[in-house]
């Protein structure tokens, strides 16, 4: 044990420590006692703002009821546009081409001159077979008189009656010649009438292929004009399609009908948009095709305005049947995660529920639903990412968003 000569020692060894090392050292023990007070009181002070914190309000959600109602079928085929009638311009005689009488690309009518080729060559044909025609008829003349005047005199035994029988038989020849003098001569003048090419159909001129100066002739395919009010759809459907109609086409070809009776064909244009005017199926083809093993179907549409044209792609659009109180949601109620389908739906306790569902065909913005959801029930359309399994949700009735007033 310590002396109390130690004790003092110590504690005048403590001093000389506490002058050697400054105030710091000497306010150590306050310091520490403040430093402990500050942080029970951040602690207690964490305390309270935690129990203070209010709760996350219900995320916002949009719902919407299952619909049931009838919805009608709808099929769609590739379709490719063609004019009832292409007609390749190419010339009836062979000539230097002089000029072409339309506009590429424009609208031109039946009968309307298209080009013309030298008519020199031809003129001079003509005025030669006529000149052929006038001679053979002259002669026609003179042997007609032989016969006249020999005939008598034959009867009279005044001269031989051979001379009477070659009279005759130069007219006949002469008459012969006549009628081919004159064959030639229509010829030609049809030759000529040939150097002015006519459109045969009301339609639109494509892009000339001859030049003025060009020497065309009648393998010369110098433009094609094509109907194209109205204008054909050409499709085809498998042979099993065709099987589920094929009785009632049977009975439309034997008279008992028409095609244009049928359902109205809807047109679908290569830029997504539904051709305005509706057409009509116009014929079914006469076999199925061997390499594809479809059989092809051509509607026919009005098109006064040439906005369809040939050789343009789309979809034909028909309706095929009715599906019976089908289920609708809006198909931005539909969650879709590698092919499998599922939607959300509100409990009556206003709580999220994920459950699967099959889906069925797309009717405008809306989707049917085949399994998995009952009339009246209500579907989460917009919020749903914000959702989990059963977490209370606050709801409000989905609006959809309206078309913009003047958009197309």
């Known amino acids: 044990m310590r002396t109390e000569?130690?004790?003092?020692?110590?504690?005048?060894q403590i001093n000389e420590r506490e002058l050697d090392q400054g105030p710091v050292f000497r306010n150590f023990p306050r310091i520490a006692t403040v430093s402990c007070l500050c942080v029970i009181a951040l602690v207690l002070t964490g305390c309270e703002e935690k129990e203070a914190r209010p709760q996350m309000a219900p995320p916002e959600v949009e719902?919407?009821?299952?619909?049931?109602?009838?919805?009608p079928i709808f099929e769609e085929w590739v379709a490719q546009l063609n004019g009832p009638t292409n007609a390749e311009i190419t010339p009836k005689v062979q000539g230097y081409l002089l000029t072409?009488?339309?506009?590429?690309?424009?609208?031109?009518?039946?009968?309307?001159?298209?080009?013309?080729?030298?008519?020199?060559?031809?003129?001079?044909?003509?005025?030669?077979?006529?000149?052929?025609?006038?001679?053979?008829?002259?002669?026609?003349?003179?042997t007609q008189a032989d016969v006249d005047r020999d005939t008598p005199l034959a009867a009279q035994n005044a001269i031989p009656k051979k001379q009477l029988d070659n009279d005759?038989?130069?007219?006949?020849?002469?008459?012969?010649?006549l009628q081919a003098k004159q064959a030639a001569m229509q010829q030609a003048e049809l030759n000529l009438a040939w150097t002015k090419v006519y459109s045969p159909v009301d339609g639109i001129a494509g892009v000339t292929n001859s030049q003025i100066?060009?020497?065309?002739?009648?393998?010369?395919?110098?433009?094609?004009?094509?109907?194209?009010?109205?204008?054909?759809?050409?499709?085809?459907?498998?042979?099993?399609?065709?099987?589920?109609?094929?009785?009632?086409?049977?009975q439309i070809i034997r008279g008992a009908g028409s095609l244009k009776n049928g359902p109205s064909v809807e047109f679908i244009q290569a830029d997504g948009l539904p051709y305005p005017r509706r057409g009509q199926i116009i014929y079914v083809n006469r076999q199925?095709?061997?390499?594809?093993?479809?059989?092809?179907?051509?509607?026919?549409?009005?098109?006064?305005?040439?906005?369809l044209r040939p050789g343009g792609y789309g979809q034909?659009?028909?309706?095929?049947?009715?599906?019976?109180?089908?289920?609708?949601?809006?198909?931005?109620?539909?969650?879709?995660?590698?092919?499998?389908?599922?939607?959300?739906?509100?409990?009556?306790?206003?709580?999220?529920?994920f459950r699967p569902v099959k889906v069925?065909?797309?009717?405008?913005?809306?989707?049917v639903i085949s399994e998995g959801l009952k009339p009246g029930e209500k579907v989460i359309v917009e919020g749903f990412m914000k959702v989990r399994e059963g977490v209370p949700v606050s709801p409000k009735p989905y609006a959809p968003a309206r078309p913009a007033e003047g958009g197309n």
Not at 106 to 135: H, N, S, W
Not at 170 to 177: D, G, I, P, V
Not at 214 to 225: A, E, F, Q, R, Y
Not at 362 to 367: D, M, Q
């Open 5 to 12: 000569v130690e004790h003092k020692n110590f504690g005048s």
């Open 63 to 71: 719902y919407t009821e299952v619909v049931q109602q009838d919805v």
């Open 100 to 142: 072409q009488n339309y506009e590429n690309g424009y609208f031109v009518k039946k009968g309307q001159l298209l080009y013309t080729i030298d008519p020199r060559p031809f003129i001079a044909q003509l005025d030669q077979a006529k000149a052929e025609v006038a001679v053979a008829d002259a002669n026609v003349s003179r």
């Open 168 to 177: 005759v038989a130069n007219l006949a020849s002469w008459k012969a010649q």
């Open 213 to 250: 100066g060009d020497l065309v002739g009648t393998s010369t395919k110098m433009t094609t004009i094509s109907e194209v009010n109205p204008i054909w759809a050409y499709f085809n459907v498998s042979e099993s399609a065709f099987l589920n109609v094929a009785p009632r086409i049977t």
């Open 288 to 307: 199925v095709g061997t390499q594809t093993g479809t059989i092809q179907i051509a509607a026919q549409f009005p098109n006064e305005g040439a906005t």
């Open 316 to 353: 034909v659009r028909i309706q095929t049947g009715m599906d019976k109180d089908a289920l609708l949601i809006p198909q931005a109620a539909v969650i879709e995660v590698q092919s499998l389908y599922q939607v959300v739906v509100l409990t009556p306790d206003n709580k999220a529920s």
């Open 360 to 367: 069925g065909e797309r009717v405008g913005p809306n989707w």
